[in-house]
């Protein structure tokens, strides 16, 4: 049997790798420059944590969570989403105990048991921001602003393919009511909705909010929405916000019925979306958790946050296969050394160690090959010089440098070679 690998589980290839890299180096830049500080939390951690920071009755924790029982008998869950982590974390840690505001942030992979969608794998990378302290207005428009900021800067002044959305989810003081609302309106339209929404209804009804089913998008249509049942401190706070983003000049619609997947949002949330991704295409999504870490046994302290898909991303910056150029020019040799002969091998191996110190991306082909093979080996390879070395090139002290667009080619130093190459390609 061919050896694949897991449905869900995706191997990135060089030229998706990179492509990959140069938007985490964009986005740790932008998030460094705003006083963001990077750290690392475990990919496994106890179930319990996601049980009790995520919802018991969520659907991640129900049904996509990739939980196990190891040998001592304990249940551990690969991490589906970061912020419970982190907020374990700083509690574990005592970083509460540090200056505020904290300002953290993670990049890893997530893992989620669910249908494989576009740009959403079963494991997929996240850019985690997480921002902790004494919360106003002025910091959650700060973050938001950001998270933009991040996912525009690739672009250049080029088109923008992407759109803020806000809504409300109103506090522990006023969202139950909406809740009650729900059950009520909701019980009398159960029919209508999918069979996943049904089974939604007595556990988390405010997730049919958010269904992609045109027949529960009908059934949405005709609710409330969540701003009828807000109490005065959650108006005045979202009328803040807005009146933040018209100052800042952001573009941005309210959706009245965007909700996020995870108990702990209160209050502010958001999501930025992408075109050309179809029914799913949240590209970074956020918003407030003022009491996840006292819930989690650490001190009041009140926090906001959103995640970018790093997959997502990339497919509304460049397409499924497009590449840019300056980046696969990246993978390219900025020049490859070819030995002719034990002796001119042993010195290779010494010229090749000495450039790239010198910041020169070099590589060789240490091969008993005819050198018109190694050459046609060179082309294929991107190499725009070639160094070549033989037993006449050591005698002379010198080495063949081949400039394989131009097609011409002359002998230097080996002693001057490094500057030749630091003034030519650098």
């Not at 029982?69 to 869950?77: P, Q, V």
């Not at 941005?252 to 995870?262: A, P, Q």
């Amino acid at each position: 049997m061919k050896l694949q690998a897991v449905r869900g589980f995706k191997d990135w290839l060089p030229e998706e790798a990179i492509k990959y890299q140069y938007l985490i180096e964009i986005a740790r830049k932008e998030l460094k420059l705003a006083g963001f500080q990077e750290i690392k939390i475990p990919v496994l951690e106890k179930t319990e944590l996601f049980v009790r920071s995520i919802g018991e009755v969520t659907d991640i924790v129900q049904k996509e969570t990739y939980t196990f029982e190891d040998r001592n008998k304990e249940l551990l869950t690969l991490r589906p989403e970061a912020t419970a982590g982190i907020c374990r974390m700083v509690i574990e840690h005592g970083l509460y105990m540090r200056p505020k505001p904290l300002k953290i942030f993670f990049i890893g992979p997530m893992f989620r048991h669910e249908r494989p969608q576009k740009g959403r794998l079963r494991e997929f990378f996240q850019i985690d921001v997480e921002f902790m302290g004494n919360l106003t207005p002025y910091y959650e428009v700060e973050l938001i602003e950001l998270a933009l900021k991040i996912l525009k800067k690739p672009l250049k002044n080029q088109r923008e393919p992407f759109t803020l959305e806000i809504n409300s989810l109103g506090c522990p003081n006023c969202r139950p009511a909406f809740r009650d609302y729900l059950l009520y309106a909701l019980e009398k339209e159960k029919e209508k909705l999918c069979e996943t929404c049904k089974e939604r209804l007595s556990r988390n009804p405010l997730r049919i909010l958010d269904c992609k089913k045109e027949q529960c998008k009908e059934v949405v249509k005709g609710l409330k929405p969540i701003s009828e049942f807000w109490c005065e401190d959650c108006k005045n706070h979202f009328e803040k916000i807005i009146e933040l983003f018209k100052i800042r000049n952001l573009s941005f619609s309210i959706n009245s019925y965007l909700v996020r997947g995870l108990d702990y949002y209160v209050r502010t949330i958001f999501e930025i979306k992408g075109e050309g991704l179809g029914a799913q295409d949240t590209v970074c999504a956020g918003g407030r958790y003022d009491f996840l870490i006292k819930e989690l046994g650490g001190p009041d302290l009140p926090a906001t946050g959103f995640a970018i898909g790093l997959e997502r991303w990339a497919l509304c910056l460049f397409g499924e296969k497009d590449i840019p150029e300056a980046l696969l020019e990246e993978l390219k040799p900025q020049c490859l050394l070819i030995p002719l002969g034990k002796e001119a091998k042993i010195k290779g191996l010494k010229i090749i160690s000495t450039l790239r110190d010198k910041g020169i991306k070099i590589s060789a082909l240490f091969e008993d090959r005819s050198l018109k093979a190694m050459l046609r080996e060179a082309d294929k390879l991107g190499a725009s010089l070639v160094l070549i070395l033989g037993d006449e090139e050591l005698k002379e002290n010198k080495i063949v440098l081949k400039d394989m667009k131009k097609g011409t080619q002359e002998k230097i130093s080996i002693d001057e070679i490094e500057f030749y190459l630091l003034e030519n390609l650098l």
